[in-house]
Every structure is written in C-alpha cells, then in structure tokens.
C-alpha cells in the first residue's frame, strides 16, 4: 500500500512542479500560483452562497419543503410550474450575486489586478473539468441531463458576474497602464530630440 501512495505522491509533485515552478523550485509565475490559490477561495465564497441562500429561498416558494416527498414535490412543480421557475431564477441569481459581489469585493484588496482576473479563468477551467469528467463518468443520458441542468443553474450567474467584473477592472487598469508607458516614452522621445 506504501508504494501506490509514494508512486501517487510523486506524481502529484511532479504536476505541481511542472504546472507551477522551475527547475530550481521557483515560481513560474506568482500570478500563476496565486490565482490558482485564489480560485479555490472564491469557490468556497461561492458554495458558502449557494448552501447558505438556497434554502431560504426555497422556502419562501414551497414552505413545507423540508417535509415534502419526492412525489408531492413533482405534484407540486406540475401544478405550480411560475413558483418552481421563478424559484430557480432566484436560486441562481441571489447567491451567484452575492458570492460574486464577495468575490468582487476580495477582489479590490488585491493589487494586482491579473491574479482575480486569473482566478476567475481557473474557475472556468475547473467547470470544464467538472463537465468532462462528469460526461464520462455519468452512464445514464438523464444522469449527465440532470446533471447539466444543475450546473446550468447554479453556475453561469456567479461565474460571468465574477470575470465581467474581474477582466473588466483589469482591462482598465492594463489600458490606463499602456498609456502611461506611451507618455513617458513620449516624453524620452522629446528629451532626445533636444
């Protein structure tokens, strides 16, 4: 048993290494490393979100849910079909928001700009994963529908708020930068000339 955990552990140091530092142990690039860590904070922002919200909300929409069954709660989406997709809008909208208004705001104490906008792309890269992994592991067509329709509401609000918002502000700030570097070779240009 020692030897697969030792053979897994060289792996996982391998990828680490070859995913984020140099062959002398140094970061490849501190943007890099700390969006990734970044990223995984912003994931738990957001399933704090979700698990925190959704229950309230549906509450409001179906007050006796906790002690619904299966079957009176597909009874209930078949007679009460405007409730169950107003309650999904808000179950997607009011946690992605308020996780990404978090996220955002975690956002602004970090001075450089690229590293939420990079933990924003790890999340995407991480729902990539998730979706692939899932297509191959779900056997059952209804499994992986039922699956995507999860993702579907749960997903999209938080994460396009989150990178509008992050890529945004760092476009600015790449923008404003660009036009300082002109302006001072501008000005060396003009020294050089007199």
């Not at 939420?116 to 692939?132: D, E, H, K």
Request: positive net charge; aromatic residues 14%.
């Amino acid at each position: 048993m020692g030897s697969k955990e030792d053979k897994l552990s060289g792996k996982l140091a391998r990828f680490w290494r070859t995913l984020f530092l140099t062959e002398d142990g140094r970061p490849k690039s501190t943007v890099i490393l700390y969006s990734f860590a970044l990223s995984f904070v912003f994931l738990a922002v957001y399933a704090l979100a979700y698990t925190f919200l959704t229950a309230p909300i549906q509450f409001i929409f179906l007050p006796g849910y906790a002690a619904m069954t299966a079957e009176e709660m597909a009874a209930f989406a078949q007679t009460h079909r405007s409730a169950v997709f107003w309650m999904n809008v808000l179950e997607s909208v009011i946690p992605g928001l308020s996780g990404s208004v978090v996220c955002c705001g975690i956002s602004l104490l970090i001075k450089e700009r690229a590293i939420p906008a990079g933990a924003y792309i790890w999340l995407t890269v991480f729902l990539v994963i998730v979706l692939a992994a899932m297509a191959f592991i779900a056997r059952e067509p209804g499994v992986y529908r039922l699956f995507l329709y999860f993702v579907l509401i749960y997903v999209p609000v938080g994460l396009l708020t989150g990178t509008i918002f992050t890529h945004h502000r760092y476009g600015v700030y790449r923008r404003a930068k660009l036009r300082k570097e002109m302006e001072i070779s501008e000005k060396e240009k003009e020294r050089e000339e007199r």
